[in-house]
């Protein structure tokens, strides 16, 4: 998908751009849309879904990540610290805004055992699969970035299907293969409505804390 953008306010150009999942397609988006950014000018908002991994992260919670962990990186990437400042005094209603260290992996955790795994090595509220790649590229132009992602299933939840054989190249989800699954697993259709639900849920509240944070850089 091509970046999008809109003019926010008065004050604010916000560039929105789709990267697809996976490190790869993260890193290689995060590049183009930053080749000609002015650091001093410009702030990077990693958002997305993620998984819960800790039992304190619900479905429909938003995760901000105080640092990021990877396989591929020895030390934990760190925010900037005054968009983490201008994040702690933004709520939800109904759901919680959590703050902690965010795992990013190669492969979607489709089990409650692999999440079990993940959070007692890493200790991670949250894991998805595009922060560290992002990060990693912003710090390479000196750009502040802050990772914000929305919860879709929790550390209990099994994946109704394997995601990761559904992405193409792109790194987009193929729809087709997903009706494909649910006409080939029918009894799996009621726990991919719930994710459907939950996602939906997700979306929404992780639009509500964006905008709250850009308007808070207009402050």
Known sequence: MAP????FGNEKNV???CSGTGAVNSARKTENV????????T???????????SPESKPGDVIIAEQVSSADWTLPLLPDSVLSAKSGNISLQGSSICRGKLLSVDSVLSTPGEKKIAFGTNGALAVDMET???ASAAEKRNIRWLSVRAITDGADDHMP???NKMAGQ???IKRSKIVFAAITYPWKIPALIRLGKRSSKAAHNLTIVLEMLIRKLQE
């Open 4 to 7: 999008f953008k809109k003019r």
């Open 170 to 172: 792109d790194g987009q």
């Open 132 to 134: 560290a790649a992002a």
């Open 43 to 53: 702030f990077l908002f990693i958002c997305g879904f993620a998984g819960g991994l």
């Open 161 to 163: 299907f394997d995601f």
């Open 15 to 17: 560039t929105i751009a």
């Open 34 to 41: 930053l080749n000609d950014a002015v650091p001093a000018n």
